[in-house]
């Protein structure tokens, strides 16, 4: 299983960016994909996730309202696509965001950093004041 993230940026507060994680290797059909974040000096911690079957999505209280976590919806099983529209945007928000994935994850370890056993590199989003 291979996970790509890109389209982080430099932002201004109130801006909007939006992540993608390409994820290949597998069907995914019984996965979840999450999103997690690190800011400097700082644990990283759970931002978003979602169910490939399904479509169920989780968001951390922090992002509710801003930001939303999709998958396409291509009958593509070679890649699965998994994006974080990140809107209203603050600098506390700043951080590399981490895609991941979870086979047959369990919703009570939806927000679990241990529980996803694939990680992506990850990508840069800095919102300026």
């Known amino acids: 299983v291979q996970l790509q993230a890109f389209g982080g940026g430099l932002v201004q507060a109130g801006g909007s960016l939006r992540l993608s994680c390409v994820a290949s290797?597998?069907?995914?059909?019984?996965?979840?994909m999450g999103w997690f974040r690190q800011a400097p000096g700082k644990e990283r911690e759970f931002v978003a996730a979602?169910?490939?079957?399904?479509?169920?999505?989780?968001?951390?209280?922090s992002v509710k309202g801003r930001f939303t976590i999709s998958r396409d919806n291509f009958r593509d099983n070679a890649r699965k696509t998994v994006h974080l529209q990140m809107t209203s945007l603050k600098p506390e928000d700043t951080a590399v965001y981490y895609c991941?994935?979870?086979?047959?994850?369990?919703?009570?370890?939806?927000?679990?950093?241990?529980?996803?056993?694939?990680w992506g590199q990850g990508t840069q989003v800095t919102v300026s004041s």
């Open positions: 290797g597998d069907t995914f059909n019984s996965y979840a």
């Open positions: 991941a994935a979870a086979r047959g994850l369990i919703l009570s370890r939806v927000r679990a950093q241990d529980a996803y056993g694939y």
């Open positions: 979602i169910r490939w079957n399904g479509g169920s999505t989780f968001h951390a209280d």
